[in-house]
């Protein structure tokens, strides 16, 4: 028999319905209240959902609900999430159940022996369009490691794989049903968990950490108004939900309902869900809208000590739907790393030659001292899911969103992008299309010869594009998915990610836990650093690395300060496979011809 104990302190009475797999009733029994928890046991492999009693607008003995500690979760054939919505009626045997699962034994993390380079990706956006027998599942993702280990990636990122509605609506998978639960439909058989926890161990075999989005700041049940009833609401809302004094929700997450991290109810539910996760041998999460987190700074701290227990990294998106922003020393744990928002505006800005940006690229390449207390904390990136894809940032000026059904309002307009004088790619001149590859190997160099930790999205190696759609959360279509006839006609984009993750694996600087502080140096063309405002270029120097960013629209001539003797190993000026050449050009004389827009990177050899 399996225990199953369930906190619902405003809760007057819970029973357990326990269903066969048509959705059909076998049985109910009430659960023993034992303090603000009921408890009772049912046999392994049992679907059972909960129904829940007491004194509140939001209790609803007419809808079997799910155990919000539920490790998994089955849908009866009937389900239908529309009845879950309406007070009063019945959902028993439509709506989602859990499965009762005996703890299976907790797997390690196993931490990459390299530099930490990120791949965030969405499993079936990556392997929906693969040529095997189960696309979109863990199972297809195992196919894609030995190209994203030869890329060079050492962490690949999963976008949240917390079982979700299927009929929701969101591709991405932020509206989570149940935290410690893994989406089913990425599995191929009856134990998604299982089949996540073979990828993980398929993963570490190619030395790739895995690092799961989770997302413990709402759920999708959504607003009162139109949202169902599926677990939490219906249990004990009080007990899980923000509120105010009227009953009605405060969110902060523009989805409805903020989880309250204040709850002692809530607080063992998310710890539960972590251990859970933590069990399949994931070696690091990253929490989406974590400043909600930080509601409690008590709970982040105890959260903070149950990573180091664990062995687990912690990454905060430092920041909600509404304002609130913690990033790096304003965030109240040490040790978490950060998506760095700054990192990413200054360095869009300076990428597509915004003035005022020097003194900014600083900081930013150095790991931003000015806002972290670690350069590793600094997660360094310019596109991820959430935004135009890497491409689409330098082919579109405007967002194209009318396939999300709302009208072209949903999305951000400040997306800091630069279209290279055409937008989109239809009929766009020659000179445009090769602007934008120069532009996006820019890009890649930008982030990987930068301190911290660098991260890139799901194709983004290969051109992936969107076609401008910068909120793509609804779209479980072609433009979401990998595009692998694509990838091949961007070949010459892979192989020149693939040589420079290898140029950052061989310098460890750019991965070390400790500031450069002296050991770098910054120079402008003419020698020393140039910070005025019409400035748009800046070198640095670094464990025999050197690197010069000229972002203006002019062609200069670099003066190379730093002793050589130096071989051009990056040029993105140059046509491929010239661009980047490991072994390197030498260079004469102490100056170089920087193109307009281009990257040169130098490094010094020994001799010549």
């Known amino acids: 028999m399996i225990p199953v104990r369930v906190r619902a302190p405003g809760a007057g009475a819970v029973t357990l319905v326990e269903f066969d797999r048509n959705g059909g009733e076998r049985g109910r029994q009430h659960l023993d209240r034992d303090g603000d928890a009921f408890a009772g046991e049912v046999p392994e492999d049992a679907v059972y959902g909960l129904v829940a009693e007491g004194d509140g607008p939001r209790f609803d003995p007419s809808k079997v609900l799910v155990d919000p500690w539920a490790t998994e979760v089955w849908f009866p054939p009937g389900h239908d999430r529309a009845l879950a919505t309406e007070r009063g009626v019945d959902n028993a045997g439509r709506g989602p159940l859990a499965v009762?699962?005996?703890?299976?034994?907790?797997?390690?993390?196993?931490?990459?022996?390299?530099?930490?380079?990120?791949?965030?990706?969405?499993?079936?956006?990556?392997?929906?369009?693969?040529?095997?027998?189960?696309?979109?599942?863990?199972?297809?993702?195992?196919?894609?490691?030995?190209?994203?280990?030869?890329?060079?990636?050492?962490?690949?990122?999963?976008?949240?794989?917390?079982?979700?509605?299927?009929?929701?609506?969101?591709?991405?998978?932020?509206m989570p049903l149940?935290?410690?639960?893994?989406?089913?439909?990425?599995?191929?058989?009856?134990?998604?968990?299982?089949?996540?926890?073979?990828?993980?161990?398929?993963?570490?075999?190619?030395?790739?950490?895995?690092?799961?989005?989770?997302?413990?700041?709402?759920?999708?049940?959504?607003?009162?108004?139109?949202?169902?009833?599926?677990?939490?609401?219906?249990?004990?809302?009080?007990?899980?939900?923000?509120?105010?004094?009227?009953?009605?929700?405060?969110?902060?997450?523009?989805?409805?309902?903020?989880?309250?991290?204040?709850?002692?109810?809530?607080?063992?539910?998310?710890?539960?869900?972590?251990?859970?996760?933590?069990?399949?041998?994931?070696?690091?999460?990253?929490?989406?809208?974590?400043?909600?987190?930080?509601h409690d700074v008590g709970f982040v701290e105890t959260m903070t000590r149950w990573a180091r227990q664990r062995g687990v990294v912690m990454i905060a998106e430092p920041w909600d739907a509404v304002g609130g922003h913690l990033l790096g020393r304003a965030w109240p744990a040490a040790g978490w790393r950060h998506w760095n928002d700054a990192f990413r505006?200054?360095?869009?800005?300076?990428?597509?030659?915004?003035?005022?940006?020097?003194?900014?690229?600083?900081?930013?390449?150095?790991?931003?001292?000015?806002?972290?207390?670690d350069?590793?904390?600094?997660?360094?990136?310019?596109?991820?899911?959430?935004?135009?894809?890497?491409?689409?940032?330098?082919?579109?000026?405007?967002?194209?969103?009318?396939?999300?059904?709302?009208g072209g309002t949903d999305g951000s307009d400040a997306n800091r992008s630069w279209n290279c004088g055409w937008e989109g790619e239809d009929a766009a001149p020659d000179e445009v299309l090769a602007l934008?590859?120069?532009?996006?190997?820019?890009?890649?160099?930008l982030v990987m010869m930068s301190h911290g930790t660098p991260?890139?999205?799901?194709?983004?190696?290969?051109?992936?594009t969107q076609d401008g759609n910068n909120n793509a959360y609804n779209q479980d279509n072609t433009t979401s998915w990998f595009d692998w006839e694509r990838a091949a006609?961007?070949?010459?984009?892979?192989?020149?990610?693939t040589e420079l993750l290898a140029l950052r694996h061989r310098h460890p600087a750019l991965s070390q836990p400790r500031w450069w502080a002296d050991a770098v140096s910054f120079s402008g063309a003419q020698?020393?650093?140039?910070?005025?405002?019409?400035?748009?270029?800046?070198?640095?120097?670094?464990d025999d690395l050197y690197v010069i960013a000229n972002a203006w629209w002019e062609p200069l001539r670099w003066t190379i300060l730093p002793a050589g003797p130096w071989r051009r190993v990056v040029d993105t000026s140059l046509a491929p496979p010239d661009d980047i050449d490991p072994a390197g050009v030498p260079v004469a004389g102490t100056t170089y011809d920087v193109a307009p827009r281009a990257v040169v990177i130098l490094e010094r050899h020994p001799s010549v």
């Open 455 to 464: 991260m890139v999205g799901m194709g983004d190696e290969c051109g992936r």
């Open 436 to 445: 934008r590859r120069r532009q996006l190997r820019n890009a890649w160099c």
């Open 527 to 542: 020698g020393p650093l140039d910070e005025s405002y019409e400035s748009r270029s800046l070198a640095w120097c670094v």
């Open 489 to 497: 006609e961007w070949a010459d984009l892979e192989r020149f990610c």
């Open 178 to 294: 149940a935290f410690g639960a893994v989406h089913r439909q990425y599995a191929t058989g009856d134990d998604p968990a299982a089949e996540l926890a073979a990828f993980v161990a398929a993963a570490h075999d190619h030395d790739i950490e895995v690092w799961l989005d989770v997302v413990f700041n709402h759920t999708t049940e959504v607003d009162e108004a139109t949202g169902p009833t599926y677990s939490e609401r219906g249990l004990d809302d009080a007990a899980f939900y923000r509120l105010r004094p009227d009953g009605s929700y405060i969110e902060t997450t523009g989805c409805g309902n903020d989880i309250d991290v204040t709850s002692p109810v809530a607080q063992d539910l998310v710890l539960s869900s972590l251990d859970r996760l933590a069990d399949l041998g994931v070696d690091g999460f990253r929490f989406d809208l974590a400043a909600v987190l930080a």
């Open 375 to 406: 350069p590793l904390e600094s997660v360094n990136f310019l596109a991820c899911h959430d935004g135009f894809t890497l491409h689409d940032l330098v082919a579109y000026d405007h967002k194209h969103n009318a396939a999300n059904g709302w």
């Open 100 to 174: 009762a699962r005996r703890r299976s034994e907790p797997r390690l993390p196993r931490p990459t022996t390299r530099g930490h380079i990120v791949y965030e990706l969405h499993v079936r956006g990556m392997t929906r369009r693969t040529d095997v027998d189960a696309p979109a599942t863990f199972g297809a993702l195992v196919g894609q490691l030995p190209r994203l280990a030869t890329l060079g990636v050492t962490v690949i990122e999963l976008m949240p794989v917390h079982q979700n509605d299927p009929q929701e609506g969101s591709y991405w998978g932020y």
């Open 345 to 373: 505006d200054d360095g869009r800005g300076f990428l597509r030659a915004e003035p005022g940006l020097v003194s900014a690229m600083v900081q930013r390449v150095q790991g931003s001292p000015d806002l972290v207390a």
